[in-house]
């Protein structure tokens, strides 16, 4: 048994987009679209070069993994919502695979969270 979520070794990211936007935190993200209600999805980066982490958009093998999760609409219609100032509402990565139960994929020593529910 697997305990951590594996890459698939043949993948298409159908469902969501990347979407560039002002946000504090990030510059680009994963957004997942129904209607006009949104859903932005971040995934933390790192530089070994340079020692920097960052927020973008999530890895293109799980974007319609997360998307065709039997519980994906019941987790977006409770927190996806329209764009203030051009910002959707946010989750992180990790937020959303615990949500849905979906098996985590690996942390990372560098990686960091949030404690707060919005981003």
């Given at each position: ?8 070794k ?65 987790f ?27 098996k ?16």
């Amino acid at each position: 048994m697997r305990y951590h979520y594996e890459k698939p070794k043949i993948y298409k990211a159908v469902y969501g987009t990347i979407y560039a936007c002002d946000h504090p935190v990030y510059a680009q993200c994963t957004l997942y679209q129904i209607g006009d209600k949104g859903l932005a999805v971040i995934q933390q980066r790192y530089s070994k070069d340079t020692k920097q982490t960052w927020w973008n958009e999530i890895d293109p093998w799980l974007v319609d993994a997360l998307y065709l999760h039997p519980n994906f609409i019941e987790f977006f219609n409770e927190r996806g919502g329209k764009p203030k100032d051009g910002i959707y509402p946010t989750v992180s990565i990790r937020q959303i695979m615990w949500a849905l139960k979906m098996k985590p994929i690996q942390k990372e020593r560098w990686e960091t969270n949030f404690d707060r529910r919005l981003i």
